[in-house]
């Protein structure tokens, strides 16, 4: 499974951004425009999509892209 | 009024009494009613009657306490249906007494379906409603749960809390227009009110300044009303049918 595409695409689809401004550095509140309740979404949708449970001390800590890609990539790893 | 034709409206503790005149006024409405209620020959009689009208409904047997279990039932009214419209929070219990003489197991049980019953199912629904960015959630309390009341301390706490979740509820998920207000009955002729001795029945209806006891089908016009476009403006409120019982 391609984990970097589908979690752009899943980014694209909850927040409603362009795929070119979801780059690794881009902070989900700052800089993609998410709120609060827009990241527990995000979360839900990682946790549906890759079959996994993302525990809410982990959530916390995926504040941009880049963390969010490094934690699933090791975590299905 | 019509206007519910494409609505799903699930209905809590709605195979008797309150809850099924909720239901039932959802279906005569044009909704969707599905049915939520603890008894499986219960739940079928309540689908069948509606259903006699030629009107729709579905039913679930389902335990508001139990979270997992209501999660996949949502789950399924999902499945079938691809969104829900409205729930109303309306499965509750008493088992009353003085506290000084209350079961932990009396206090636990009133608490559990009554206020953590409607935190499970709106926890459960919002994930579709958020999604949706469209919802319309109603709870159902009480005016014990404003005044208090001798003997029913644990079904107060329980109400009293319900009205203090509308209004978190309310204002947790505003932004993504979903509404959630709450009703409070007065003395309603059902089954739980008809356990309770003639004299205090007679008592109450004194002190109801519209001299009578409501119906189920006064809490059903409200919740109606709430679920409708005519109420886009009403958020995190607690309104009293009571016929001006408490003021």
């Known amino acids: 499974m391609d984990i970097l ?7 694209v689809e909850e927040l409603g951004v362009e795929e070119s401004e979801v780059t690794p550095e881009a902070n989900f509140i700052e800089d993609l425009g998410a709120d609060s309740l827009d990241t527990v979404e995000l979360i839900m949708k ?5 079959d996994i449970d993302i525990a809410d001390e982990e959530a916390e800590k995926l504040t941009t892209v880049g963390k969010a890609i490094e934690y699933l990539k090791t975590k299905l790893g | 009024m019509k206007g519910f034709e494409d609505k799903i409206a699930v209905v809590t503790g709605s195979a008797r009494g309150i809850g099924f005149a909720i239901a039932e006024a959802f279906a005569q409405n044009g909704a969707t009613a599905v049915i939520l209620d603890l008894n499986q020959e219960d739940v079928n009689n309540a ?3 509606i259903d006699d009208a030629g009107l729709r409904a579905i ?4 335990d508001v306490t139990d979270s997992e279990f209501i999660s996949n039932v949502f789950k ?3 499945k079938k249906f691809e969104k829900i419209d409205i729930l109303v929070n309306n499965a509750g219990i008493t088992k009353d007494g003085l506290i000084m003489k209350m079961k932990e197991s009396d206090w636990d049980d009133v608490i559990n379906v009554n206020l953590k019953g409607t935190f499970n199912c709106t926890q459960k629904v919002c994930r579709y409603m958020l999604k949706q960015k469209f919802g319309v959630i109603i709870n159902i309390t009480s005016i014990i749960g404003i005044m208090g009341n001798a003997g029913q301390a644990n079904y107060a706490a329980s109400k009293g809390g319900i009205i203090a979740l509308t209004k978190s509820t309310a204002k947790e998920f505003s932004s993504r227009n979903i509404r959630v207000n709450a009703i409070a009955p007065g003395f309603i002729q059902t089954d ?3 356990k309770l001795p003639k004299e ?3 008592k109450y209806t004194a002190a109801i300044p519209l001299s009578r006891m409501g119906l189920p089908k006064d809490i059903a016009n409200l919740c109606i009303f709430l679920a409708s476009d005519e109420a886009n403006y009403i958020t995190g409120q607690t309104i009293q049918v ?5 003021m």
């Open chain 1, 5 to 11: 595409a589908k979690v752009k695409e899943i980014i």
């Open chain 1, 46 to 50: 990682f946790e549906e999509e890759f």
């Open chain 2, 47 to 49: 689908v069948q009657k």
């Open chain 2, 59 to 62: 039913g679930f047997v389902a």
């Open chain 2, 76 to 78: 399924e009214i999902h």
């Open chain 2, 192 to 194: 739980m009110t008809a």
């Open chain 2, 200 to 202: 205090v029945i007679d």
């Open chain 2, 242 to 246: 009571d016929g001006g019982l408490v």
